[in-house]
């Protein structure tokens, strides 16, 4: 199975500040359509996770601009611009280039 | 507007069996394959399969064959999945998410196997 590893936030953030939250597969998400299978969701404490960037960097609709997603085939980005309070849960990122899907075990975003 | 629909939180005796329904509205439940996750509490993500409610074709993560089965009632755009041989490790929340993209995710259906 491929194995997502995501990173803890060394500090909780403020209010404002940017943010980048990295997730690394144990193998490339590239694949032979040139798409990279890449998923990120946010999860607000007690919700279900929703989905922010799909494809790697391709914002999911209705979701806001200060999120964006890049990487190469096995290293990947999310960055937040203007961190606000209602950013506040766990990141996953969760690969789909091959079954069995799977997650990377979270990265907890807290605001100061 | 797309919702999936899982049922309430269910308490099941050790041995037994759960079957968690998720109803879908607001698109077209034959042109989506429908996905299952399992969140135990305070941990990650686990993906355990998707099923294509056209045919029934289902794919597993190898960790939930022999758990969990998955079926699709077509005519009420409903998705099952039923748990088996229920242990204290199944004790999670469930969710239905629609495939393609997860774009839309049940409310999660929490299932306590407890004596």
Same mark, same amino acid.
């Not at chain 2, 294509?52 to 029934?56: D, I, L, S, T, V």
């Given at each position: 199975d491929i194995v997502i590893t995501q990173d803890e936030l060394s500090n909780p953030v403020t209010s404002g500040e940017s943010v980048s939250i990295s997730c690394r597969s $144990?193998? $490339? #998400? #590239? +694949?032979k359509d040139g798409k990279t299978y890449l998923n990120w969701f946010l999860q607000r404490p007690g919700q279900s996770p929703q989905l #922010?960037? +799909?494809?790697?960097s391709t914002r999911a609709s209705? %979701? $806001?601009?200060r999120f964006s997603g890049s990487g190469s085939g096995t290293d990947f980005t999310l960055e937040i611009s203007r961190v606000k309070a209602e950013d506040v849960g766990v990141y996953y990122c969760q690969q #789909? %280039?091959?079954?069995p899907y799977t997650f990377g075990g979270g990265t907890k975003l807290e605001i100061k | 507007e797309v919702l999936l629909q899982q049922s309430g939180p269910e308490l099941v005796k050790p041995g037994a069996s759960v079957k968690i329904p998720c109803k879908a509205s607001g698109y077209t439940f034959t042109d989506y394959n429908m996905d299952w996750v399992k969140q135990s509490h305070g941990k990650s993500l686990e993906w355990i399969g998707d099923i294509?409610? /056209? /045919?029934?074709g289902t794919i597993y993560n190898q960790k939930f064959k022999g758990k969990a089965t998955l079926t699709v009632d077509k005519s009420s755009s409903t998705a099952y999945m039923e748990l088996r041989s229920? *242990?204290?490790?199944? *004790?999670a929340v469930y969710y239905c998410a629609r495939g393609y993209w997860f774009a839309y995710w049940g409310q999660g259906t929490l299932v306590t196997v407890s004596a």
């Open positions: $144990s193998k $490339s #998400l #590239l +694949y #922010l960037i +799909y494809l790697m209705g %979701v $806001s601009d #789909l %280039v091959e079954y | 294509n409610p /056209n /045919n029934g229920l *242990t204290s490790e199944d *004790t």
